[in-house]
């Protein structure tokens, strides 16, 4: 058996494997496993509550706002104190249908506190 031969037949095996693998797990993924996905699942998760500054200086902001551009954005891991306490994280990134552009979410004990949001002009 030459070497085409066992290419062939290498990615016949490859392609039977994947075949079977999305017809028995084609509807399930894994990108709720994913660690930003974690992290705005943790942030829904304990409530949302915007920061007093926030209410103040934003007073048309709401939280269902805040909730339908947390269930969408990048979590921006580099930019975030995820070793800080408490744990803040930057979600950021043009979200269909809402004016904001990045919100900085702290993580406390209750709820989760949003303390800063950039809107778009």
């Known amino acids: 058996m030459n070497f085409w031969q066992r290419l062939s037949r290498f990615g016949i095996g490859i392609m039977l494997g994947i075949a079977l693998s999305l017809y028995f797990f084609g ?9 930003s996905a974690q992290v705005r699942k943790t942030i829904v998760k304990g409530g949302v509550q915007l920061s007093p500054e ?18 969408s954005a990048d979590v921006d891991f580099g930019a975030s104190g995820t ?6 994280y930057l979600l950021s ?5 809402s004016p904001l552009t990045a919100i900085e979410v702290v993580l406390m004990d209750t709820a989760s506190v949003v303390r800063r949001v950039d809107i778009a002009r």
Do not use: F
Request: proline share 8%.
């Open 27 to 35: 509807g399930r993924g894994c990108g709720s496993w994913l660690p």
């Open 54 to 71: 926030l209410r103040a200086s934003q007073p048309d902001l709401t939280v269902s706002e805040i909730l339908m551009y947390v269930g």
């Open 83 to 88: 070793r800080e306490d408490p744990q803040w």
């Open 93 to 97: 990134g043009e979200v269909d249908g």
